[in-house]
């Protein structure tokens, strides 16, 4: 079901948007699932039901519960879905960039939340979804040594 209320263009529409608990979710719901097919993060199962009362689905396939938080940078957070999204909104809409301390007094938020916000958003931008890195695709990973050099460094003979 798409929002028929017109997109926010400032921070102040942006902040009134997303202060709807259920606009706020159905805006993360879209963002994560842009073609509409909801599928199990576990098993992948595309057959669910959804409890309405408390925003979850319940999967058939592996009969297990999941939110939308589960394997995306929202993860492992008490924030809301509001503070989310005025988040992401802000950090797209900044031109000059935003900091954490920003992110914090705007959301009201502690530093560290604003810290938190910042750095996953700034990953799932870097990597074009707001998945957490894993999951069934594909990982490739350089090889790095990390310590002092392999060679011994020696002075010259003088």
């Known amino acids: 079901m798409k929002d028929t209320l017109k997109k926010p263009v400032t921070l102040q ?12 979710f159905r805006y993360a719901v879209e963002l994560r699932w842009p073609d509409a097919k909801i599928d199990c993060p576990r098993c992948g199962s595309e057959s669910h039901s ?19 938080k589960v394997g995306t940078i ?9 503070k989310w999204m005025t988040a992401v909104w802000m950090i797209c809409n900044c031109k000059n960039g935003i900091s954490s301390y920003e992110i914090a007094r ?6 560290k939340s604003g ?3 910042l750095h996953r958003i700034r990953e799932a931008m870097r990597n074009g979804s707001i998945l957490k890195m ?8 350089d090889e790095t040594h990390i310590g002092p050099s392999h060679r ?3 002075a010259p003979n003088g």
């Open 13 to 24: 529409q942006a902040i009134i948007y997303f202060s709807d608990p259920e606009r706020a």
């Open 74 to 82: 929202f993860e492992d957070s008490a924030l809301g879905m509001d």
């Open 106 to 111: 705007t959301l009201g938020v502690t530093q």
């Open 115 to 117: 810290w938190f916000m």
């Open 50 to 68: 959804f409890l309405k009362t408390r925003r979850i689905w319940f999967c058939n396939g592996c009969k297990k519960q999941f939110t939308l």
């Open 134 to 141: 894993g999951g069934n695709g594909p990982i490739e990973v």
């Open 152 to 154: 011994r460094c020696t």
